[in-house]
T-cell receptor, first 114, second 111 residues
Framework: NAGVMQNPRHLVRRRGQEARLRCSPM?????VYWYRQLPEEGLKFMVY????????ESGMPKERFSAEFPKEGPSILRIQQVVRGDSAAYFC????????????FGSGTRLTVV | QQQVKQSPQSLIVQKGGISIINCAYE??????FPWYQQFPGKGPALLIA?????SEKKEGRFTISFNKSAKQFSLHIMDSQPGDSATYFC??????????FGTGTSLTVIP
């Protein structure tokens, strides 16, 4: 069981470019959550997805941010026209929603906007 | 509005001592309270979790104490070790929904 896989681990983008973050949940997990962590802060919820469905995107900025979890392939968090304030660690988590409700987190993608 | 408040922000404990981290929540609908441990450069890892129908849960050196009436819960790390040095996050949720995390406690265990 490879766990939750996120890539890339580090991503550097210039202001105005697009950032694309990928997350492959644990085998058998069909629910994916994205969280953002700023330095010295806790994790802030962004979006909750099931395969092909966005369940809750209440934490995601309305502009420039989008997320998807297609039937095949990883979940993608896309940030268009990045700004310096987007620099953060982005974590993906998954769980089965059966029994244990604890998330399994990936190692995160650290985005730096220069 | 911070749904879950965590304290202290940082904690230094002698090896062998007890580390105590506290959290308070507002939403009485929360029914799942996990604690996560995070090492630098890594993702948070689930340490221990509790449901509100019990007042205490123990796993090895880690214990959660839960006070439903006060809307508070805490993590106790017994016999703290240098390897326990990490950032600890409490969280709260209703089953199947987003987790609300505290702002974290940086624990340093000195030999």
């Amino acid at each position: 069981n490879a766990g939750v896989m996120q890539n890339p681990r580090h991503l550097v983008r210039r202001r105005g470019q697009e950032a694309r973050l990928r997350c492959s949940p644990m085998k058998g997990h069909s629910h994916v959550y994205w969280y953002r962590q700023l330095p010295e802060e806790g994790l802030k919820f962004m979006v909750y997805l099931q395969k092909e469905n966005i369940i809750d995107e209440s934490g995601m900025p309305k502009e420039r941010f989008s997320a998807e979890f297609p039937k095949e392939g990883p979940s993608i968090l896309r940030i268009q026209q990045v700004v310096r304030g987007d620099s953060a660690a982005y974590f993906c988590a998954s769980h089965t929603r059966r029994g244990d409700y604890g998330y399994t987190f990936g190692s995160g993608t650290r985005l730096t906007v220069v | 509005q911070q749904q879950v408040k965590q304290s202290p922000q940082s904690l230094i404990v002698q090896k062998g001592g007890i580390s105590i981290i506290n959290c308070a929540y507002e939403n009485t609908a929360f029914d799942y309270f996990p604690w996560y441990q995070q090492f630098p450069g890594k993702g948070p890892a689930l340490l221990i979790a509790i449901r509100p129908d019990v007042s205490e849960k123990k796993e090895g050196r880690f214990t959660i104490s839960f006070n439903k009436s006060a809307k508070q819960f805490s993590l106790h790390i017994m016999d703290s070790q240098p390897g326990d040095s990490a950032t600890y996050f409490c969280a709260a949720s209703t089953i199947g929904n987003q987790f609300y995390f505290g702002t974290g406690t940086s624990l340093t265990v000195i030999p």
